[in-house]
């Protein structure tokens, strides 16, 4: 689900300018260093997808062993935007196990996601932040949710496109289980000999406990 918020150079600062660590960084908002980090994500991102055709397949087959334990219920994936990450494979697997598919729905700005059912070969319909299933699918509670994200670090903290819908969504949905979709080399640090590991949060920002990619799943333990 792609958003673009008011880049940050609008707002007096250039992201690309910033060096990590320094006084300037240190100096900046919270949003101007998750521009800083969201461009190095779309960069990495861009690179993942060009070099592993087979990512979407990989994705798949390892959502479907973390699943195996879990109670068929609905699942929420997403319609892939840009180079995100396809999680269509997956669902298109787990529905033929059983599981009811729904793709998210932005009912109103500044308000939590909707859900409607959706399979293969619905009719489908572009809408300003996403491609969204028919206004008359019927409406579903999922309960695992696909979250896509920019990056993600150690911790579980991801980074979005700076909507904040899915952490609205989130925080009305408890007893949702979410789980992260990202390339691997999303991860922060991308590289060992960087510096920064972990991501900036804000008050609003929640951690993932899980967080699934072409190469496996990555469980993140949260505090109760």
């Given at each position: 689900?792609?958003?673009?918020?008011?880049?940050?150079?609008?707002r007096?600062?250039?992201p690309?300018?910033?060096?990590?660590?320094?006084?300037?960084?240190?100096?900046?908002?919270?949003?101007?260093?998750?521009a800083?980090h969201?461009?190095?994500?779309?960069?990495?991102?861009?690179?993942?997808?060009?070099?592993?055709?087979?990512?979407?397949?990989?994705?798949?087959?390892?959502?479907?062993?973390?699943l195996?334990?879990?109670?068929?219920?609905?699942?929420?994936?997403?319609?892939?935007?840009?180079?995100?990450l396809?999680?269509?494979?997956?669902?298109?697997?787990?529905?033929?196990?059983?599981?009811?598919?729904?793709?998210?729905?932005?009912?109103?700005?500044?308000?939590?996601?909707?859900?409607?059912?959706?399979?293969?070969?619905?009719?489908?319909?572009h809408?300003?932040?996403?491609?969204?299933?028919?206004?008359?699918?019927?409406?579903?509670?999922?309960?695992?949710?696909?979250?896509?994200?920019?990056?993600?670090?150690?911790?579980?903290?991801?980074?979005?496109?700076?909507?904040g819908?899915?952490?609205?969504t989130?925080?009305?949905?408890?007893?949702?289980?979410?789980?992260?979709?990202?390339?691997?080399?999303?991860?922060?640090?991308?590289?060992?000999?960087?510096?920064?590991?972990?991501?900036?949060?804000?008050?609003?920002?929640?951690?993932?406990?899980?967080?699934?990619?072409?190469?496996?799943?990555?469980?993140?333990?949260?505090?109760?």
């Open positions: 689900m792609a958003f673009s918020p008011l880049p940050a150079h609008a007096g600062l250039d690309a300018l910033l060096t990590p660590g320094s006084a300037a960084w240190h100096a900046a908002s919270i949003e101007t260093r998750k800083w969201r461009r190095r994500a779309r960069e990495r991102r861009k690179l993942a997808a060009r070099e592993q055709p087979g990512s979407a397949q990989m994705l798949a087959l390892h959502l479907e062993q973390f195996a334990d879990q109670p068929v219920g609905c699942i929420a994936g997403y319609w892939p935007q840009g180079m995100e396809d999680p269509r494979p997956a669902l298109e697997r787990l529905s033929q196990r059983g599981w009811t598919l729904a793709l998210p729905v932005v009912e109103e700005m500044n308000k939590p996601l909707a859900f409607r059912r959706w399979q293969a070969g619905d009719t489908l319909v809408a300003m932040f996403s491609t969204e299933p028919s206004p008359d699918a019927p409406l579903c509670d999922p309960t695992v949710i696909l979250v896509p994200l920019l990056a993600f670090d150690r911790l579980g903290q991801r980074l979005g496109q700076g909507g819908f899915y952490d609205r989130l925080a009305v949905r408890p007893g949702a289980l979410a789980i992260g979709v990202a390339f691997a080399a999303q991860g922060c640090p991308a590289e060992e000999e960087e510096t920064l590991s972990l991501l900036p949060v804000g008050p609003y920002d929640k951690p993932l406990s899980v967080i699934v990619t072409e190469r496996g799943c990555r469980q993140f333990p949260q505090e109760s």
